[in-house]
């Protein structure tokens, strides 16, 4: 987890909130993700960002936001347009070099109730 | 869209046993990568394997890459209950630059 901070580790919302998670990173790294988890599954791309102030979208991001204003943060808002936000929440970054290699945070468990 | 998909789903074996994981890929891909994932916490990188490479090793890991079969498999040798945990491959994904596919994981667990 080194490096990747992901506050808060449990999150509570009620439906219908926005709720922001946060991360940050003191790697230097260009790119960061943010991916969502769900039981028993493998990971599915929300937003990733290469470079301050461009971020895309990946395969899920209907009912998420993203904002890159800064090299070491990368915050994502679970809007309420979101159907199905109780997740596990990862955040990771990497170099824009050839290995690829992604450094993850240790993620934040959100619950809507 | 899923790259790659990982066999067994959840594999249980003995303290000191091998355990071997297995990943298959769609596309082409120039490296792939296995990371490890406790219970309820973030994804830990392990082992990067280029196109050009057949086989690494990192410790107690040993990863091989058959891009002819577009598969890899992950051996962990002289297992240990530390090494419980959840197994992902992961590819590079379509043309943007550091995008990764992962597969859909190997729950191992260890019994000591």
């Known amino acids: 987890d080194g490096g990747i901070t992901q506050s808060p580790k449990y999150l509570f919302r009620k439906e219908g909130q926005n709720v922001t998670l946060s991360c940050e990173q003191n790697l230097n790294h260009d790119a960061m993700y943010w991916y969502r988890q769900d039981p028993g599954q493998g990971l599915r791309l929300i937003y990733y960002?290469?470079?301050?102030?461009?971020?895309q979208k990946g395969d899920i991001a209907e009912g998420y936001s993203v904002s890159r204003e800064k090299k070491e943060s990368f915050p994502l808002t679970v809007t309420s347009a979101q159907k199905n936000p109780t997740a596990f929440y990862l955040c990771?970054?990497?170099?824009?070099?050839?290995?690829?290699?992604?450094?993850f945070g240790p993620g934040t468990r959100l619950t809507v109730t | 869209s899923q790259q790659g998909e990982e066999d067994p789903q959840a594999l249980s074996i003995q303290e000191g046993e091998n355990a071997t994981m297995n990943c298959s890929y769609k596309t082409s891909i120039n490296n792939l990568q296995w990371y490890r994932q406790n219970s309820g916490r973030g994804l830990v990188h392990l082992i990067l394997i280029r196109s050009n490479e057949r086989e690494k090793h990192s410790g107690r890991l040993r990863v091989t890459l058959d891009t002819s079969k577009k598969s890899s498999s992950l051996l962990i040798t002289a297992s240990r209950a530390a090494d419980t945990a959840s197994y992902f491959c992961a590819t590079p994904s379509g043309t943007s630059y550091g995008k990764l596919t992962f597969g859909q994981g190997t729950i191992l667990t260890v019994h000591p």
């Open positions: 960002s290469q470079i301050v102030n461009d971020f």
């Open positions: 990771a970054s990497s170099m824009m070099a050839v290995t690829y290699e992604q450094y």
